[in-house]
C-alpha cells in the first residue's frame, strides 16, 4: 500500500503564500499523476489541480489558477503545492492523491485514487 503524507499546513493571513508537500512512499512515484484536492466541513472534497508524470502539464481549478502552482521532484518522490496571495475562501483541509490515470481524468474527476494523504489543514484568516 502506497503511503503519500502531507505536511506544511498553517494559519496564515490573507494574501501570505505557503507551500504544501506531499512525499509518496512509492518507488515508482514518476509512474503515476498526482493531483491536490481540498474540503471544507460539510461539503465534498473538490479538486485544486493536477500534474503529469513527469512534471511538464499541469491543470488548476478555476478557483485557484495563477495562485498556485503544482510541481514534483520524481527524485524524491515528492510534489509540491505553491499556494500564493491566499484568500479566507482557500481555507481548508488538503488532502493529495496519485493514480494510474492521466492528470486531465482527475481534473475532469474520471481518475481513480489509487491513494489518499491523511490531510494538511491550512487555515487564512486574520
Known amino acids: 500500500q502506497v503511503q503519500l503524507v502531507e505536511s506544511g499546513g498553517d494559519l496564515v493571513q490573507p494574501g501570505a503564500s505557503l507551500t504544501l508537500s506531499c512525499a509518496s512512499s512509492?518507488?515508482?512515484?514518476?509512474?503515476?499523476?498526482m493531483a491536490w484536492f481540498r474540503q471544507t466541513p460539510g461539503k465534498e472534497r473538490v479538486f485544486v489541480g493536477s500534474i503529469t508524470r513527469a512534471g511538464g502539464i499541469r491543470y488548476y481549478a478555476d478557483t485557484v489558477k495563477g495562485r498556485f502552482t503544482i510541481s514534483r521532484d520524481n527524485t524524491k518522490n515528492t510534489m509540491y503545492l505553491q499556494m500564493d496571495r491566499l484568500k479566507s475562501e482557500d481555507t481548508a483541509l488538503y488532502y493529495c492523491?496519485?493514480?494510474?490515470?492521466?492528470?486531465?481524468?482527475?481534473?475532469?474527476?474520471?481518475?481513480?485514487?489509487?491513494?489518499w494523504g491523511q490531510g494538511t489543514q491550512v487555515t487564512v484568516s486574520s
Open positions: 512509492n518507488r515508482n512515484f514518476s509512474e503515476y499523476a
Open positions: 492523491a496519485s493514480s494510474s490515470a492521466t492528470a486531465s481524468e482527475f481534473r475532469n474527476g474520471a481518475a481513480t485514487i489509487d491513494s
